[in-house]
């Protein structure tokens, strides 16, 4: 697989990961949701088809996707995308990962990690790209750290996250949810994260955003409100 940033210069390798020791973190293993999310993902990547699109308009040279699933943004990296490294730790999703690889438009390379513990060298990545993610990681803020530490200095973070509600009222449905079934029933996934505020926390400049609420059932308005955008790395 080709390696190299997005700029033309020397090419680079994404490497295998940190050089920092860090504490355990709990395997990602949910292997009901992992299925039913690997089911339904062709029809969701369908269905949200522009928003996929929207999320990787301007993406460039080396990309790390970070929780891929089983590849649903796979199918829209423009072709400006030399290379895309895809992480995913549930195993029965990053096999549907691979095989969505070998269909996408681009080099795509599936491995395992973490969001936590990236397997990509310092400054690797000329972009990175979460899609529901941040809202299923055990440890966001360690999640963002990683995202500094891979991406190149101006490097970008592409994402589309459901977060906490502004309207008081939904926010406390969202933080009942998460202390109850939620995360249980949806693969570890939080509905009451607000990831905006975590990313400027880690240092990120956002330079493209765009907030709106899904159209979903009543039962499903937790995880209604979202954000799609790009942040900078200073
Ligand atoms: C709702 S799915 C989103 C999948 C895909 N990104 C998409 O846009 O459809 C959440 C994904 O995050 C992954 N995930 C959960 N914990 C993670 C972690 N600590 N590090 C990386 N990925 C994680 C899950 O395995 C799953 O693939």
Known sequence: MPVGPGDGSRPRDPGSGPSHPAAPLPPVHHPVFARLLAWTG????????????????????????????PGSNFPYYPAAVRQ?????????????????????PVPIGVRAGV???LPLADGSADVAVVSLVLCSVADPGRALAELVRVLRPGGEVLFWEHVRADEPGLARRQARADRWLWP??????????????????????????RAFRLSVPAPLAIISPMIVGAARRG
């Open 42 to 69: 062709g029809a969701a990547a369908r269905g949200f088809a522009d928003l996929r699109r929207e999320l990787l308009a301007g993406a460039s040279g080396t990309a790390v996707e970070v929780g891929c699933g």
């Open 84 to 104: 895309v490294v895809a992480v995913e730790p549930e195993p029965y999703l990053r096999r549907a990962a691979e095989r969505a690889a070998r269909a996408a």
């Open 115 to 117: 969001a936590e513990a």
């Open 184 to 209: 249980a029933l949806s693969g570890g996934c939080h509905c009451c994260r607000d990831t905006g505020a975590a990313m400027a926390d880690a240092g990120f400049t956002v330079t493209r955003l």
